[in-house]
């Protein structure tokens, strides 16, 4: 069983957002990162790039698949989460406490479009 | 029924039909739509026996001529050593499918390796793929990793020195895909740097595509082009003979990040167009960009060493439409060619290939200027193909030499011909065509 | 045997040598002339070996390997058949391998003549007007052949057809050949027997669809009984049908693509005309169009003249070029020699004795696997794992399990359809004996999933390696000796 943090939104393609301030702090979910197996490379966006909600932002892949990851959130990219490079299993030893990447929201209103926790536990439960 | 490739007799036919639970095998197609059913005769011969076939294709055989060869283009009559199609022909080689299964396909993924590695010796670029299908589609595919690292740029500027048949492939393939292709022009049988400066002033040049040797056989000078390329922060790729990076500066030495060219030089015979061998390497930074398949080095539960296929994430089979190329089967028993020849000749071995090639040439090419009838056309620097100016017919000259058993130069038009020496011509056989070309 | 796992560099010796040329007898110094600057600095690191090194080292590496030789291939979707010797000893008669791609065409009839007659008899096989024999292998078979349909439209003057329809079910190769000929991939999706949804099919085709990608045969080895409906519908909506020929064995002797409607196709000679899949390649993949795409196929093709002489010839509507010459001719040898050898009388057996061997497999072994869609497939079937789901033992485990017995293992975890996908293609060219054997190992196997269900879940455990780390392969690559010495 998969766990689900309450605090956190979810997108239905498996990101969550958690809010901090006006900047969306972004991973993929602990049910997303037991789907992909062994995670053994992520493609991050750059610094500065502007993205509205639902583009793709990157890629998670492991040894036998590959996931493309799309932003909940427009907004433009603040930070990206660098130590990934060397060590992308983190993804899959702590998928809420690993984020990919920080977002400045040009729309905050857009978190409250998401799903909640129960919500999104109601599309892992399929 | 029971053929020599189709070993079914009447009793097994009945034995599997009453397992299956029908009463012919008719049944087993009863869902087709009977007036897709094809009903008539395959409009082609009767079966042969081997002695028949034989005789087929010692027929058609008699049809061809196997000329002594002085045409290149991008194909050479290079040596090929008798222990290659003897290991070739192991069946557990050429009778294996890709290498899915690692535990039983070691043989195959140690031979990419060791491919990999000597593609990447040669080139001096730190990564390569298991192969591609040919030069030209290599650099196809090396335009389309310079737009995918580039995300937003569409450009791609190719030189118009590369060899013929590259460039057509090449432009085929980025019309279909939309990517805008420029070609630098060429100025004296070399690109033309200056014009390449002003493309790269555009702005939307993803990447830059140079040979060595060009399609002239000319040896051109590079320095500082990677510079200006990356300053752009465009790509620098190069287009290469392999076997004469024995000798040659290589694209890493020219600074170039995507390496790629066509393995027939490495002893492949020339077979009227293949199967011969694409490469493609690249910088390691570059690797997630990178089509085809790769092999990498892992170790097994005990802690063997061994091979499989990795980085699938990028391909076909995964990715679908988002694939990095749609490439699957590649080159690669040619692969196991190639690996086979580069360690019988070793560093050695290819410079002297090269050495040998390249006096032959020259030799050719001081011979035809002696004659007065030939006049150098770009005084630059060659190694075993180079063009002349003449003013001998040059359509009435191919023909006689045709008649003589000897394949000439290649008519470049405007009264220009293109010869290539590799190591297996004598000095003999080049007298020889010299004398034929006068008396023509 | 003893276990060898050297490479090649770590035999070399400075000084060896494998090669012997003739003497140098030109008396200059070439590449003296030639600047320093355009020289290489550093020399590459290459092996130094002796001709029985590298003999011995690659004889050693072969028998690590499993090909169809070894044993039974069932591997799906690739129709891995038997490679009859005599395409071989053809294919290397050295009147055809010294020929130059740029030899004058009256200097290579007799290669000529063979490229002709195969296109040909391919497209009498295909029910096709005629064949390029110049793309290397399916994917390049399929690329181009959307290109064909591409430049159909935009010969039409019709730019926004852009878009190309693809089943949920189709081999990964169909989109991303798409994407490849800048074609926009939409998915249709399969019905839960795995045939097209003609109902969602229908409201796909607008006046932006360039055409429709099949196989037919599906992937699940299911005719899709349809197809005429879907050969009008996409016709009369203005988009043409490509026929994926990766399933075309067991249509010979049956059906012809042409005939369903297809108009275009890519046929892969290593899998339906017996060359080899030489661990990958070379391939070869020709493309056949109806009589009214004829003119827009690749430079260069080869033709024949009034006078019975063949020529070479670019065409001024072809599509451009997509190979370097004429493709993989090698290849093609062995094809040519295929289809006489087995000539008109045998080549239709092929369909029917393929697909009989699959309905045997199916029939003996559903009993303990579980077959999701019933009643009579083609070449080939899927089974959705083994029946009994309480085991925990998978499809993974089984197919290496089977490496234990010395069989091949069956295409795994393809369809997309089924969680546990095996996909088991036996071929025409194999006997009873060798399915009954097949059949009987598949029946142990699950037994032993039964009984000792973590002997099969660590299977295998009798090949020379065990299960590699692919984890640490992908994420730390080590892809050249000079990496791997660190």
Known sequence: ?126 | ?440 | MKYYDKLIFELSRPGRKGYELPADNYGCDALKEIPADLLRKDAPELPEVSELDVVRHYTNLSSKNFGVDTGFYPLGSCTMKYNPKINEEVAAMPEFAGLHPLQPAESAQGALELYYNLQKALANIAGLAEFTLNPYAGAHGELTGLMVMRQYHISRGDEKRRKVIVPDSAHGTNPASAMVAGLEVIEVKSKPNGSIDVEDLKPLLDDTVAGIMMTNPNTLGMFETEIMEIAKLVHEAGGLLYYDGANLNPMLGKVRPGDMGFDIMHINLHKTFSTPHGGGGPGSGPVGVAAHLVDLLPNPRVKKGEDGKFYVENGDKSLGSISSFLGNFGVMMKAYAYILSLGKENLKNVGPMATLNANYIKESLKDDYLLPIEGACKHEFVFDGLKDKSTGVTTLNVAKRLLDYGFHAPTIYFPLLFHESMMIEPTETESKETLDEFIEVMHKVAKEARENPDMVKNAPHTTLISHPDETTAAKKPILTYRQMKG
């Open chain 2, 1 to 440: 029924m029971s053929n020599r490739f189709i070993p079914h007799t009447e009793e097994d036919i009945s034995a599997m039909l009453e397992k299956i639970g029908v009463k012919s095998v008719d049944e087993l197609f009863a869902d087709i739509p009977s007036e897709v059913i094809f009903k008539e005769e395959y409009d082609i011969p009767s079966a042969m026996s081997e002695i028949e076939l034989r005789n087929h294709f010692k027929e058609l055989a008699s049809k061809n001529d196997t000329l002594v060869v002085f045409g290149g283009n991008g194909v050479y009559d290079h040596y090929a050593p008798s222990v290659i199609p003897h290991l070739l022909e192991r069946s557990e080689f050429y009778t294996a499918y890709t290498p899915y299964q690692p535990e039983i396909s070691q043989g195959t993924l140690q031979y990419i390796f060791e491919y990999q590695s000597m593609i990447c010796e040669l080139t001096g670029m730190e990564t390569t793929n298991a192969s591609m299908y040919d030069g030209a589609t290599a650099a196809a595919e090396t335009i389309f990793m310079m737009v995918a690292s580039a995300k937003k740029k569409n450009r791609v500027l190719l030189s118009a020195t590369l060899p013929e048949h590259v460039l057509k492939v090449a432009k085929t393939y980025a019309r279909f895909h939309g990517v805008d292709v420029t070609e630098i022009p060429e100025k004296d049988g070399v690109t033309d740097l200056e014009a390449m400066k002003g493309a790269l002033g555009s702005g939307d040049v993803a990447g830059v595509i140079l040979p060595a040797p060009n399609r002239y056989g000319v040896i051109e000078d590079f320095t500082g082009v990677a510079d200006d390329i990356h300053s752009v922060k465009a790509l620098m790729g190069m287009y290469v003979d392999p076997s004469t990076l024995a000798v040659l500066r290589s694209p890493a030495e020219w600074g170039a990040d995507i390496a790629c060219g066509d393995g027939q030089t490495l002893g492949m015979p020339m077979q009227f167009g293949g199967p011969y061998l694409g490469f493609l390497s690249c910088r390691q930074s570059l690797i997630r960009k990178m089509p085809g398949r790769v092999v990498g080095a892992t170790t097994d539960a005990s802690g063997k060493r061994c091979y499989v296929l990795t980085l699938q994430a990028r391909e076909q089979h995964i990715r679908r439409e988002k694939a990095t190329s749609n490439i699957c089967s590649n080159q690669s028993l040619m692969a196991l060619y190639a690996t086979i020849y580069i360690s019988l000749m070793g560093e050695k071995g290819l410079r002297e290939v090269n050495v040998l090639s390249a006096d032959g040439a020259h030799y050719l090419y001081n011979r035809l200027i002696e004659t007065g009838r030939f006049r150098p056309v770009f005084n630059r620097p060659f190694l075993k193909e180079f063009v002349v100016e003449t003013d001998l017919d040059i359509k009435k000259v191919n023909a006689y030499l045709l008649e003589k058993g000897v394949m000439g130069g290649v008519d470049l038009g405007n009264s220009r011909v293109m010869f290539a020496v590799t190591e297996k011509r004598t000095k003999e056989e080049i007298d020889n065509l010299v004398t034929l070309m006068l008396e023509a």
């Open chain 1, 1 to 126: 069983m998969s766990k689900i943090e309450k605090e956190c939104r979810y997108a239905e393609s498996h990101e969550w957002v958690r809010v901090d301030g006006d900047i969306a702090v972004i991973g993929i979910s602990d049910y997303a990162q037991h789907a992909l197996g062994n995670i053994v490379y992520v493609d991050l966006p750059e610094v500065g790039d502007e993205l509205e909600a639902g583009d793709e932002f990157g890629a998670v892949e492991s040894v036998k698949a590959a996931s493309d990851l799309y932003t909940p959130v427009s907004g433009s990219v603040v930070e990206i989460n660098e130590a990934l490079e060397d060590t992308p299993e983190a993804i899959n030893e702590d998928a809420f406490g690993t984020w990919l990447i920080k977002v400045a929201m040009s729309d905050p209103s857009q978190v409250d479009d998401l799903l909640d926790a129960d919500a999104y536990a109601k599309i892992c439960e399929g």
